[in-house]
Structure formats: C-alpha cells, structure tokens
C-alpha cells in the first residue's frame, strides 16, 4: 500500500530557530514529490521536487529529495511566527493519484 | 477566475439531511480533485476528474458520497444523509494536467449535528 510517512507531527520553535521536516514513502510509480503549507484551510504550494539531490529554494525555505533512500525534508531557516503552519508532503504515483502525509503542525513561538 | 472557489464555505446540517459542496476550478484546468480532512489529519483522497474521461471514484468512502462534474468545469460533491463522521473539511483542488501542480480552494467545513 501506498503511503507518506512525515516526521515530527509537531514541533515548537522559538524565532530565529531553523527546523527541518521530514518525509518518507513507499509508493509504486513514484513520480514527485511536492511539500504544501496550510495555514487556515487551503494548502499553498511550495516545491515540486523530481530529481533527486536538487535542491529546491524559496528565500529561507529549501528542500531536497533523495529517490534512492526515498525522503525529503524541508528546511526552514531563521524562523517567523509566520511560519506557524501544518506543513504537507505529497508523493504523486502514476498517472495522476496524490498521496497526502498527515503533516507536521510547526508553531512558532515569538 | 484567480483561483479556485468553493462554496459555501460553511455548511451545519443535520444528520439525515443531504448536503451539495461546489467547486469552480481554475479556468482551464482540466484534472480536478476532491479531498477530505478531518481534524489533525492529513488529506484523504475521494475522487478524480480528468477532462471526459470516467472519473475515479475509488476514495468514496460510501455510497452516501457521490460527485458530478458538468462540461469539464465545475464540480459537486453530494452527500447523502449525512452522518456525524462525514463533519470534516472538503477542499478542491486542480490542475492544468494530470500529475503538474495542484491548486487548492479554500475548502467548504461540513458539521453535522
């Protein structure tokens, strides 16, 4: 069966800390591998990531995927209360299907 | 439109009653999807539309759930006699094709008293 697994589920930084969230899958037909944050109710995209050992980056998020031990992490550098987020991890298989992690809820405390 | 859109974006019923949850994809957007999430869980897969093509129904959950998609564009997500565990929120999601990136609407909260 399918599945994303993500780590920590929750985590509490202070401002300024830099965190790192992980991701882990066992999918068939693996085909990449996007990472969201969901701050109400509407996750917004931040990578799509396809090849492995590319780093991906937006100001101070950045991530990377390994497709030989199967996982990504995200970092986040010099954290805001902004950050304060559910941050998600999909893995795209096949044709079309998403499979959704349960997401690491990230606080950030000021 | 900029976005996709969900209505409403609220909904309490009460168990029994039949709910319809709309989806306005991007224009364009020919892969649109339904999601459910529940509270402290991640998304759950119900259903898939691409293009004409027949759509994968394989994440209903039962078949109180049910979903049409009309001339490729807009979406409803029925439920029917609607339980306390359907209360969850449903988001929308597509994309210009299938496996590119996904846009999310802003999600309609279902509670079911």
């Known amino acids: 069966e399918d599945k994303v697994v993500q780590s920590p589920l929750s985590l509490v930084v202070h401002e300024g800390d830099t965190v790192t969230l992980n991701c882990s899958y066992e999918v068939t037909n693996f085909r990449s591998l996007l990472w969201y944050k969901q701050e109400k109710k509407a996750p917004t995209f931040l990578f799509m990531l396809t090849s492995s050992g590319i780093e991906k980056k937006s100001g101070r998020l950045s991530s990377i995927l390994d497709k030989k031990e199967l996982f990504s992490i995200l970092n986040i550098t010099a954290t805001q209360t902004g950050d304060s987020a559910i941050y998600l991890c999909a893995v795209t298989s096949g044709t079309y299907k998403y499979i959704f992690g349960t997401g690491t809820r990230l606080k950030v405390l000021a | 439109g900029a976005g996709v859109s969900q209505s409403p974006s609220n909904k309490v019923t009460e168990k029994g009653k039949d709910v319809e949850l709309r989806c306005d994809p991007i224009?364009?957007?020919?892969?649109l999807y339904w999601y459910r999430q529940s509270l402290g869980q991640g998304l759950e897969f119900l259903i898939y539309f691409q293009g004409n093509s027949a759509p994968d129904k394989s994440g209903l959950p039962s078949d109180r759930f049910s979903a049409e998609r009309t001339g490729g564009s807009v979406s409803t997500l029925t439920i029917q006699r609607t339980q306390q565990e359907d209360s969850a929120v449903y988001l929308c999601?597509?994309?210009?094709?299938?496996?590119?990136?996904?846009?999310f609407g802003p999600g309609t909260r279902l509670t079911v008293l």
């Open positions: 224009s364009g957007h020919t892969a």
């Open positions: 999601a597509s994309s210009s094709r299938t496996g590119d990136t996904q846009y």
